[in-house]
């Protein structure tokens, strides 16, 4: 499986925007990009995904780099609720493909009032 | 809609004992995993059913766990004897079939279940 590598963390203010970073230098062709987060004692959720396109969905947007080696996730806005570890994974495409999740350290955002 | 629910949430029992977690998926969802995070470690994968049937045990780590899903319905995981390493957070996720392919799946997790083995 293709690697990610993320900060292992970040600070944002509240009501700021946040741009989380994640390298994939490996991702190959039929890699989807896609973010989760996991709150404070809570289970992971997903944030969004995408292929090659940028993507926009009423919790964040997910900017791909052309080259695909790497990808932003925004939170226009950071709100206190959005401190969380936040988890870039690809996940292949084709039929036979593995549906489990493959979860790395992740970067754990902190947002202060 | 009710989302992916798991019991208990939290556990201690000590070395020896059996333990049984529970997880209730989606309705109407296909795919049921089950995932695990240990202390200090990372989330890893258990498995994966398809309604009753094992697709991917890969991530077991060893025959003390034992997972069912009989009906396609709900799962348990069973961990018998339990281990002083066993402890950790145990979540369960669900996610439907989809035309689009594994790259496009959304898995929904539970809150997980925090197991202490002392």
């Known amino acids: 499986d293709a690697k990610t590598t993320q900060p292992n963390s970040m600070e944002s203010n509240e009501e700021e925007p946040v741009h989380l970073p994640c390298n994939h230098s490996?991702?190959?062709?039929?890699?989807?990009i896609h973010w989760y987060r996991q709150l404070p004692s809570q289970g992971p959720e997903y944030v969004i995904h995408?292929?090659?396109s940028n993507v926009n969905n009423r919790m964040a947007s997910l900017a791909i780099a052309e080259d695909r080696k790497s990808s932003t996730l925004i939170l226009h806005r950071a709100t206190l609720r959005d401190a969380a570890v936040y988890y870039c994974?690809?996940?292949?495409?084709?039929?036979?493909?593995?549906?489990?999740?493959?979860f790395g350290t992740g970067t754990l955002l902190a947002v202060q009032p | 809609e009710a989302g992916v629910t798991q019991f208990p949430s939290h556990s201690v029992i000590e070395k020896g004992q059996t333990v049984t977690l529970r997880c209730d998926p989606i309705?109407?969802?296909?795919?049921l995993y089950w995932y695990r995070r240990v202390m200090g470690k990372e989330i890893k994968f258990l498995l994966h059913?398809?309604?009753?049937?094992?697709?991917?045990e890969s991530g077991m780590p060893n025959n003390r766990f034992l997972a069912e899903r009989t009906g396609g319905t709900y799962s348990t995981l069973k961990v018998q004897p339990a281990e002083l390493e066993d402890s950790g957070v145990y979540f369960c996720?669900?996610?439907?079939?989809?035309?689009?392919?594994?790259?496009?799946?959304?898995?929904?997790f539970g809150p997980g279940t925090r197991l202490l083995v002392l």
């Open positions: 490996t991702i190959s062709g039929t890699d989807y």
């Open positions: 996720a669900s996610s439907q079939d989809g035309l689009a392919g594994v790259g496009q799946e959304t898995q929904y």
């Open positions: 995408g292929l090659t």
């Open positions: 059913f398809v309604k009753e049937s094992k697709q991917d």
């Open positions: 309705s109407g969802h296909d795919n």
């Open positions: 994974i690809l996940r292949q495409y084709y039929g036979g493909a593995t549906n489990k999740l493959i």
